[in-house]
């Protein structure tokens, strides 16, 4: 690759350093709250889209339950005690409450301040163009020989 200044790092840096900048971010923004950015995905999930058993939950965010992440079921135990999502025992599957609905809404208000300082001076096409790259840097990892 040419043309690009000397300082730059390698991508990884970046992209390790961004993750651990994004859960700095949320922890300060919703520890006041005593949530993690884990139970913000959890009740954003089951109140944007709908009721989901622990199964579709844990296959939805395991890309972001890193080693030494609180579990989806210490945060499905907390939203629970917090009334802001039921389980119907039967089916297994949770949905967000009237409660959690509302808690959704003024959380969500963190969340929009949190990815307001990330995409400061960015366009939306420039997060596009990242974020295309990036999908694409993932798919050809995926499959290359390595990957089986």
């Known amino acids: 690759m040419t043309g690009h200044p000397a300082q730059l790092k ?10 651990a900048l994004i859960n700095r971010e949320f922890h300060e923004a919703l520890s006041d709250r005593d949530l993690t950015r884990r139970h913000w995905q959890v009740l954003h999930n089951l109140t944007a889209y709908g009721p989901h058993d622990a199964a579709t939950l844990t296959d939805k965010l395991r890309p972001f339950w890193g ?19 039921a389980c119907d025992a039967p089916s297994g599957t949770f949905t967000a409450t009237t409660e959690g609905n509302r808690a959704h809404t003024e959380v969500e208000a963190l969340v929009r301040a949190t990815r307001g300082r990330l995409m400061a001076g960015l366009t939306d096409d420039e997060y596009l163009g990242t974020v295309s790259v990036l999908a694409r840097m993932c798919d050809n990892l995926e499959a290359s020989p390595a990957a089986h």
């Not at 390698?10 to 993750?19: E, S």
């Not at 989806?72 to 009334?83: F, M, Q």
Request: hydrophobic content about 50%; cysteine-free; charged content about 25%.
């Open 10 to 19: 390698p991508i990884g840096f970046y992209l390790k350093h961004l993750d």
């Open 67 to 85: 080693e030494g992440a609180v579990t989806l079921e210490a945060v499905i135990t907390d939203l629970e005690a917090r009334g802001w999502i």
